[in-house]
């Protein structure tokens, strides 16, 4: 076993461990829906956004995140910069809730993909 498939088992053994750092989740990117895999949502925030003068949107934030997963949950598949990602984020009335966001970057990197995410929010 070479060094990249210690590194994809130890991905999938580790860091998507759900009982250590992730959650089942389902994902929607691409027009595709990946459900109840492991996901790792990490550094959620909400900052001020860079506001130019002409701006007249107050009270509205940038959120930012980062989603990890295992390439073979979404058969290979890359979200592609700017399009669209939502993440599940619990129930509401009784239905799940998706989280909408843009795609900021997107790579592969020996089996787990990292997505930079963000979203306006007021």
Do not use: W
Request: proline share 2%; with cysteine; net charge negative.
């Amino acid at each position: 076993m070479g060094f990249k498939e210690m590194v994809e088992r130890d991905n999938a053994a580790v860091m998507l461990n759900v009982g250590e750092f992730a959650e089942y989740r389902t994902i929607k990117f691409d027009g595709n829906e990946y459900g109840h895999i492991p996901v790792v949502l990490t550094n959620v925030k909400q900052s001020d956004r860079t506001v130019l003068q002409s701006d007249h949107m107050e009270g509205v934030y940038l959120v930012t995140a980062k989603a990890y997963f295992n390439a073979l949950d979404v058969g290979g598949n890359i979200p592609e910069k700017g399009k669209r990602f939502e993440i599940d984020d619990g129930e509401a009335l009784g239905k799940p809730f998706f989280r909408k966001y843009r795609v900021a970057t997107s790579e592969n990197a020996m089996g787990m993909i990292c997505v930079e995410l963000e979203a306006y929010d007021e």
